[in-house]
């Protein structure tokens, strides 16, 4: 197991069980549409809905039969006693939905700004599951449960692999970077990818995880 992936993982324990829970792209575009958004979402966890808590939690669990072993052994537990064993980990795992880790508000206004996209929560998971899928090759099963920071992390790789491979041009002026002559459509043609696209899309993507 990689760092990043250790540290995308939260543990809820109760009564022996032990569940964990990571922030995966099939967790999130679940959860992201269960209210209608994510300020839909936080409103309910903030009221403690305990339907949409168990749903968070179902829907992160790395092993389901443990998630409803736990869920099970809190039926009938007094709701504070639910909230003190549930509210933590869960804090913990909504910031790992709405964050990437490493890399703060500032970075991701300024590459907002740079990429002149501002895309939504679905469109932005849409593209993930695109890059999963396509460029880096994954089944949908292991694109579904990998998070958005995994993927984002591991599409930067594999444009920074394709470059030192293939080579890449020093960045010309701004202007020039979309004017596809046919030196620039020769270039792209044999790098396999156009590097200025890929740059924005990437830096759309990860501004709209960090927004």
């Not at 849409?126 to 396509?134: R, V």
Request: glycine share 10%; net charge neutral.
């Amino acid at each position: 197991m990689t760092p990043l992936a250790r540290l995308e993982e939260v543990t809820v324990r109760h009564a022996g069980h032990i569940v964990t829970l990571r922030p995966t792209l099939r967790a999130a575009m679940t959860l992201e549409r269960l209210h209608g958004g994510w300020s839909g979402l936080l409103l309910k966890f903030d009221q403690f809905q305990l339907t949409t808590v168990q749903t968070l939690i179902r829907a992160s669990a790395v092993s389901q039969k443990a998630a409803e072993a736990l869920l099970s052994s809190l039926e009938g537990e007094p709701l504070k006693q639910i909230k003190a064993t549930l509210e933590g980990p869960c804090v913990a795992l909504l910031s790992m939905f709405l964050t990437s880790p490493g890399e703060g508000e500032g970075r991701g206004a300024q590459t907002a700004k740079q990429s002149g996209k501002a895309l939504s929560w679905s469109d932005a998971y849409a593209e993930l599951y695109q890059i999963g899928t396509g460029w880096l090759g994954w089944t949908p099963k292991e694109t579904w449960a990998t998070t958005p920071t995994e993927i984002t992390e591991a599409f930067t790789g594999k444009i920074a692999m394709l470059k030192a491979i293939h080579g890449s041009k020093e960045e010309e002026p701004a202007q020039s970077q979309t004017d596809y002559t046919p030196e620039r459509l020769k270039e792209v043609d044999a790098l396999g990818y156009d590097p200025a696209f890929d740059r924005g899309k990437l830096q759309g993507l990860k501004a709209r995880l960090n927004a």
